[in-house]
């Protein structure tokens, strides 16, 4: 029983070091990190897709003070907002939305959503994005 307690303990330690390891020394790659290409000329968001399957998309999304590029959302989504402040979402038929988004927060927007997130503040804006496939 010892030795089935000693080796199971071993297995465990000896994958945890290997799943770190690989999490470590595996950077980004160029698909998991994406700047709005509309944003040309304005302050860019950082979008990096943290997990992807079948049935979800997340996207840790930073949008910076200033313009961060008019936009299509093609699917729903769930926002987390992980670091607070206001957006003002500018839409194509010349309206505009004022958002506080405070820590915590929760927000959905449905699919094929086109607008233009401005930050008026002087801090960066984080949100989790789940997006439903």
């Known amino acids: 029983m010892k030795n089935l307690i000693a080796g199971f303990t071993a297995g465990l330690a000896l994958g945890l070091v290997g799943a770190t390891a690989a999490l470590v020394s595996d950077p980004l790659t160029a698909s998991a990190v994406e700047v709005s290409p509309q ?3 304005a302050s860019l968001s950082t979008v990096k897709v943290v997990l ?3 049935r979800v998309r997340v996207r840790d ?3 910076p003070p200033g313009v961060t590029g008019m936009h299509t959302h093609e699917l ?3 926002g987390i907002v ?3 402040g ?3 979402f500018r839409y194509p038929d010349g309206t ?3 958002m ?3 820590l915590g927060g929760v927000g959905f927007r449905e699919a094929n959503v086109t607008h233009e997130p401005v930050n008026p503040g002087s801090s960066p804006v984080r949100v989790i994005e789940v997006e439903l496939k």
């Open 76 to 78: 729903p989504h769930v």
């Open 52 to 54: 992807e399957n079948a």
């Open 82 to 84: 992980i670091q607070g």
């Open 86 to 88: 206001t957006l003002v």
């Open 39 to 41: 944003a040309r000329g």
């Open 100 to 102: 506080k988004l405070d």
């Open 61 to 63: 999304v930073t949008f």
């Open 96 to 98: 505009s939305e004022t």
